[in-house]
Structures are given as C-alpha cells and as structure tokens.
C-alpha cells in the first residue's frame, strides 16, 4: 500500500489543540518544549490555553500549528513505527512535511514559519488585503473573474485551487468586493469574504517573499526521506536545492491543492493520514480523489487507534 502523510494550514489551529497529546505522550511534551525553546516565547501555552485571539495572529498561527503537526508525527513515529512514502501539506503544512520528510530541523522551521508569519502581516497594511471563497465555478471562470475585477494597484488572484469546486481568491479589498459582487451572476454558488488579516498568496505578499528569501538562505535544507509534494508546481520534489526555491515561490503563488492530490493519486497513494489539529484536508480529499482514503490523527485517542 502506497502512503501519504497530509498536513493542514492555517484555519486549522483551535485553542486545546496539542494538550492531551502533550500530557499523553512524552515525545509530544518535548516537541512543544524545543519549540518554545527556539522560538523564545511559549507557542505551547498559545496551542493548550490561547488566548484566541493570540493564536489566530499569523505570526503565532504558523509555528503552532506546524508544532502540532510535528508532535502528532513523532509520537507516530516513535510508538507506531510509521511509514510512508509521500508527504504533502496546504501552504504552512509545506513546512510541516519537510520537517516529517528530515528535510527541515524542527528548530529551523518554527523559527522561519514566525518570521514567514509576520512578513505576511507586515506586506499589506491591515485593511488594505482581503480573500474570499468561490464556489461551483471552474478555474478559468475564476481567473477570469479576477482579470475584470483588478484594476491598477489592486489586483485579486486565484490563491488556493481546493478542489472540489472550492477556490479562494486573494487581493485587494476593493477588488475583491468586485469579484464577490460579479461572483454570482457569472454563475457562482457561493461567494463569501473570508475573516483573514492579509492577503495570502498572491502578488500583495511580494515583500514578504523577499523577507522569506533571505531568512531562508542560510539554512541548511537537506533532501528529503520521501519526495515531497510541492504546493506551486503539485509535483514531487526530492531535490534539496529546489526546497527553499518552492517555500519562497509559494508566499506569492497559488495552492495548487487539487491537483497536488491528483497527482498523489496518480502515484498510487490509496491511504492518507492528516496529521495536526482539524480535518479540513480530509473532506477535500474526499471531493478529488475517492480512491484515497484519509484518516485524521491529532488526539492520543487517534494515535492508539492507528495501526501501519
């Protein structure tokens, strides 16, 4: 059997996310530690005891819920002897695959998925950026939504290609108001503005890709154990120096999710386990790709109830 490890993004991180597994398992009490560890702060108490409106700020979303990730995979790793032969993850779950794949340190990636947190903040004055969902139009009718609602200094962009008739657009405020209210009448089933504080994944985060680029450049990235299903291109990498090529391309770049999955498939994965706080992967695997079943793991009850 051909197995993938999934990894969620932001949107997934809850407060309590981590705790029982923390209290459960040693190995997921000493991940949180290294993180707070590196971090300088405790990320642990944000993911246990919030507050909220604390850990849905980017720059602390990120590394938590990539901490949490981790944790999952390494009490996996250690009690279950996991396997697997694929590792993919929806924009900041990249960064917890690479970890999974050996091809980041721990360490490493909760430092750079903070700094990666607050370049995104700092890149567009809070306001200014906005993203909304669309559904049940298909990806050329929403570029071409997004073509006739831009307009000079304000574009909106394709941001995350879900699946399943799913796809976020990301930009400026005005435009996307624009796409929104132009939405519907091209046929759209839902149009609605998501309660986010930037503008990810799109052309707005320049500056932060260009923060990320140097942040990332002297860190060492080895190659991956298992090749690793990069966001930009949905294409397996396992070359070491194309990583911190498709981490900065990815700030600016559309998720490329449903056909990062379809190709999954085309390699023959028929088993999946999203790791990390939530479920939102699972039901978007279930909409592209049915022959590849997914199970969530991120509770000690989960863990006990896996088997290789």
């Not at 981590?18 to 398992?25: D, I, S, V, Y």
């Not at 006739?148 to 400026?172: K, R, T």
Request: net charge neutral; hydrophobic share 45%; glycine share 8%.
């Amino acid at each position: 059997m051909t197995t993938a490890l999934l990894f969620p993004g932001q949107g997934s991180q809850r407060v309590g996310m981590g705790k029982e597994l923390a209290h459960t398992h040693d190995i997921a009490k000493r991940t949180y530690e290294e993180a707070d560890d590196a971090l300088g702060f405790s990320i642990s108490k944000l993911c246990f005891e919030g507050p909220e409106d604390q850990l849905t700020l980017t720059m602390h979303t990120q590394p938590a819920i990539l901490t949490t990730s981790v944790a999952v995979f390494r009490v996996l790793k250690e009690t279950k002897g996991l396997t697997f032969d694929f590792v993919a993850g929806h924009s900041l779950g990249e960064w917890s695959a690479l970890v999974a794949a050996g091809a980041l340190s721990l360490r490493d990636a909760v430092k750079l998925t903070h700094q990666r947190g607050t370049f995104m903040q700092e890149a567009v004055p809070v306001g200014q950026g906005s993203m909304a969902a669309i559904m049940g139009l298909s990806a050329d009718a929403v570029q071409k939504l997004c073509r006739d609602a831009s307009a000079p200094g304000e574009p909106v962009e394709p941001a995350n290609l879900n699946g399943g008739g799913q796809i976020v657009i990301s930009g400026h405020v005005a435009a996307i108001d624009r796409a929104v209210a132009a939405a519907k009448p091209a046929g759209a089933k839902l149009a609605k503005k998501l309660a986010v504080s930037a503008p990810f994944h799109c052309s707005m985060m320049q500056p932060a890709a260009d923060k990320l680029a140097a942040a990332l450049a002297p860190i060492a990235v080895g190659s991956p154990s298992v090749p690793i299903i990069a966001n930009v291109t949905a294409e397996p990498n396992a070359h070491a120096p194309r990583i911190k090529e498709m981490l900065v391309k990815q700030v600016t770049a559309p998720v490329r999710w449903e056909e990062s999955i379809q190709t999954l498939a085309k390699m023959g994965v028929t088993k999946a386990y999203e790791l990390g706080s939530g479920a939102v992967l699972k039901g978007l695997v279930k909409r592209i790709a049915d022959t590849i079943e997914v199970t969530t793991i991120g509770e000690p009850h989960e863990v006990a109830a896996y088997t290789a």
